[in-house]
């Protein structure tokens, strides 16, 4: 597929992609959400992708909505609200566009904020697994700032991720803030100089890509993102335990412990586009 608005980039096993409108800040279009679940379910489907980075051209991540329509830019009913964020295009991502996308992504994913992050900009990459920020980066939950009400499934992620009264302060007052209080605020976890924040996230998926195997990622990230909120260890137990066992008898164990004993880089088999074992998606059961 031709994109428009994002660029697609794979370099040995580590796809980068990278929201591309530079001269409007990468506001967010409906257009580029499509475009972004669309790559995301490529990637996902890609055996060759291990790890998955996501950030900005030139000087911001995502400036937030694309308002170039004025005051009417969410007007959904009519004119340029119509065109940048109406209903008429397909969802992707399961039926819930890019969040579904890379919320249900089998590889593990990276947000790099090269910049300002604002608004939509900020929560479409809150389902990212590792976030590192630039030091030239500034966030904005700033809905209500514009009546609007938190989206992209923010209200979920953000107080996951950072704890419920951390999320109210930044939703409530919908103030910009930077680079080192997202680091203390728990949003991302590591602040780097502008010029080493790609080279840092290329480091991190590359310890990722040679080290792990491609199943047991796919895996433990839906295993940590779906019972990490859950009030009881019950769920958890139903499926860690037969997966263990499922994957004890599988060439990747045997391989990993092969490596570990020989003091060497693994090389795992196993694919996920015909490796999960029996019972994944166990949230799917039954629907």
């Not at 499926?239 to 391989?255: C, I, R, S």
């Amino acid at each position: 597929m031709g994109y428009q608005t994002i660029r697609y980039e794979i370099e040995d096993r580590i796809l980068t992609i990278t929201l591309n409108r530079p001269d409007k800040l990468n506001a967010y279009t409906a257009q580029m959400g499509a475009e972004l679940a669309e790559a995301l379910e490529r990637a996902d489907a890609d055996d060759d992708v291990r790890v998955v980075i996501l950030t900005g051209e030139g000087r911001g991540f995502c400036a937030g909505a694309d308002l170039s329509a004025g005051a009417s830019s969410f007007d959904t009913k009519a004119g340029a609200g119509a065109t940048n964020f109406g209903a008429g295009r397909t969802p992707r991502g399961g039926g819930l566009g890019f969040v579904g996308a890379l919320f249900n992504c089998r590889k593990a994913t990276i947000a790099a904020f090269n910049g300002p992050a604002v608004g939509v900009g900020v929560t479409l990459a809150l389902p990212t697994d590792i976030k590192i920020a630039s030091t030239a980066a500034r966030f904005g939950f700033v809905f209500a700032r514009r009546g609007l009400v938190p989206e992209a499934g923010s209200a979920w992620f953000l107080p996951r991720l950072v704890g419920l009264p951390q999320a109210l302060r930044w939703c409530l007052s919908g103030r910009l803030f930077g680079a080192e209080e997202a680091l203390s605020g728990g949003l991302v976890s590591e602040v780097v100089e502008p010029e080493t924040l790609l080279p840092r996230a290329r480091e991190i998926a590359r310890e990722i890509a040679d080290n792990t195997a491609p199943v047991s990622i796919a895996l433990t990230r839906q295993m940590l993102w779906r019972f990490g909120a859950e009030a009881e260890p019950w769920g958890a137990l139903k499926v860690d335990g037969p997966f263990a066992m499922a994957l004890g008898a599988t060439a990747d164990v045997k391989e990993g412990v092969s490596a570990f004993l020989e003091k060497r880089p693994p090389n795992f088999p196993g694919r996920v586009s015909d490796g999960m074992p029996a019972g994944y998606p166990w949230w799917a059961e039954g629907t």
